[in-house]
């Protein structure tokens, strides 16, 4: 299973990014999906997730907002679009994908299969 993370990048202030996840060797409909995010000095924290069926999304409240996260079944990919960035967005973000139940979605333990993170930069 692989799960390959692109997108990253530097961004000033206020700019956008959208970071992809593409997904092989498992089928994506068969799981809910995650980002999560490691800031310089911090722990990964979550971020989005979308369940596995009906779309319903879920976010921090921290990039509520200004991140969309979303799938397409058809490509094995995932998506994070973040809008309106700031420099404290600035972290290597992760792709995940696994079968949490509601209560648990925000906690790494929750998902079974990792990307390898991908870096935003945030300059002010």
């Known amino acids: 299973v692989q799960l390959q993370a692109s997108g990253g990048g530097l961004v000033q202030a206020g700019g956008s990014l959208r970071l992809s996840c593409e997904v092989s060797?498992?089928?994506?409909?068969?799981?809910?999906v995650g980002w999560f995010r490691q800031a310089p000095g911090k722990e990964r924290g979550f971020v989005a997730h979308?369940?596995?069926?009906?779309?319903?999304?879920y976010y921090a409240d921290s990039v509520k907002g200004r991140f969309t996260i979303s799938r397409d079944n058809a490509k094995n990919t995932m998506y994070l679009q973040m809008n309106s960035l700031k420099p404290e967005d600035t972290a290597i973000y992760y792709c995940?994908?696994?079968?949490?139940?509601?209560?648990?979605?925000?906690?790494?333990?929750?998902?079974?299969?990792w990307g390898q993170g991908t870096l935003v930069t945030v300059s002010s």
């Open positions: 995940a994908i696994g079968t949490p139940i509601l209560s648990y979605i925000r906690e790494e333990g929750g998902y079974h299969y």
């Open positions: 979308i369940r596995q069926r009906g779309g319903h999304t």
């Open positions: 060797g498992r089928t994506l409909s068969d799981y809910a």
